[in-house]
């Protein structure tokens, strides 16, 4: 499976952005795609998750309630709209897929984007 980010930028404190995560490739069974960034001198830290279907959504404690991700399958694509930013946020997220969401939640990662920056100023 092949991914692919983008979306990032610049915003203040407090306000938005729509990162976007295209996939493409075969796979034997479905999958489950999701999130996870990476600030300078931190390591990967798991963001959100969500299943094949779209039924299923797990998210970090960090970003709960201001963090929203979705899934269209028929343009296989994966969106995590980003709400209420804080200057704590500001990282490289990367998309990635895995067997479960509990799997990528985990760490299990089958498959990476490339990273987009996300910078929230104070």
């Known amino acids: 499976v092949q991914l692919q980010a983008s979306g990032g930028g610049l915003v203040q404190e407090g306000g938005s952005l729509r990162l976007s995560c295209a996939h493409s490739?075969?796979?034997?069974?479905?999958?489950?795609l999701g999130w996870f960034r990476q600030a300078p001198g931190m390591e990967r830290e798991f963001v959100a998750a969500?299943?094949?279907?779209?039924?299923?959504?797990r998210y970090s404690d960090s970003v709960k309630g201001r963090f929203t991700i979705t899934r269209d399958n028929l343009k296989n694509t994966i969106t995590l709209q980003m709400n209420v930013l804080k200057p704590e946020d500001t990282a490289v997220y990367y998309c990635?897929?895995?067997?479960?969401?509990?799997?990528?939640?985990?760490?299990?990662?089958?498959?990476w984007g490339q990273g987009t920056q996300v910078t929230v100023s104070s």
């Open positions: 490739g075969r796979s034997f069974s479905p999958y489950a």
């Open positions: 969500i299943d094949y279907e779209a039924v299923v959504t």
């Open positions: 990635a897929s895995g067997p479960t969401t509990e799997s990528i939640k985990g760490g299990r990662v089958n498959s």
